[in-house]
T-cell receptor, first 115, second 112 residues
């Protein structure tokens, strides 16, 4: 069964450093998402991406965050200057269509620890 | 925006017993409600979903019920087995927004 793949599984970074979280969505999917879960809190929507552009972003997704689909297969989330409060599990997801009409598949997550 | 609340946060049952997890939502426009299961160290996986034009849906030992008037939906697992032990997330979305609002998760422990 096709899977969404995320790398790395765990990333430790110094505060102020840039990090790039990588995702390989399922190949025929058109919609891509990033969610995050701070320890003990709900999974929160960050951003959705369609047709090579951001279709929606949450208020969490400020100028420190960016997404890119650099080569037609990878989907990346960049945090330019990490803060302690960026420590969380980051989930990538993809779907063929809107999430209400088709199943959304999630990756296994990247645990980001900012020290 | 939408707010999804989920209870309980932890649930411990004996193997063979039933488990019920409940969620409420606030936005009457929400019309799609999936349930995801996340085993330790693994990805969240869809186990069942329901749309607002249906009141109940069943798939073997799992079922989901939806009460649109009260804005709540529930996951029912019958004849629980140790492999049902996991964290379960409810979520809501609608055709108005292409994203999920998640509940806070329920850690289910099935004791053999």
């Amino acid at each position: 069964e096709p899977e969404v793949t995320q790398t790395p599984s765990h990333q430790v970074t110094q505060m102020g450093q840039e990090v790039i979280l990588r995702c390989v969505p399922i190949s025929n999917h058109l919609y891509f998402y990033w969610y995050r879960q701070i320890l003990g809190q709900k999974v929160e929507f960050l951003v959705s991406f369609y047709n090579n552009e951001i279709s929606e972003k949450s208020e969490i997704f400020d100028d420190q965050f960016s997404v890119e689909r650099p080569d037609g297969s990878n989907f990346t989330l960049k945090i330019r200057s990490t803060k302690l409060e960026d420590s969380a599990m980051y989930f990538c997801a993809s779907s063929e269509g809107w999430v209400g009409s088709t199943e959304a598949f999630f990756g296994q997550g990247t645990r980001l620890t900012v020290v | 925006g939408e707010n999804v609340e989920q209870h309980p946060s932890t649930l411990s049952v004996q193997e063979g017993d039933s488990a019920v997890i409940k969620c409420t939502y606030s936005d009457s426009a929400s019309n799609y409600f999936p349930w995801y299961k996340q085993e330790l160290g693994k990805r969240p996986q869809l186990i069942i979903d329901i749309r607002s034009n249906v009141g109940e849906k069943k798939d073997q030992r799992i079922a989901v019920t939806l009460n649109k008037t009260a804005k709540h939906f529930s996951l029912h697992i019958t004849e629980t087995q140790p492999e049902d032990s996991a964290v379960y997330f409810c979520a809501a979305s609608s055709y108005n927004f292409n994203k999920f609002y998640f509940g806070s998760g329920t850690k289910l422990n099935v004791k053999p």
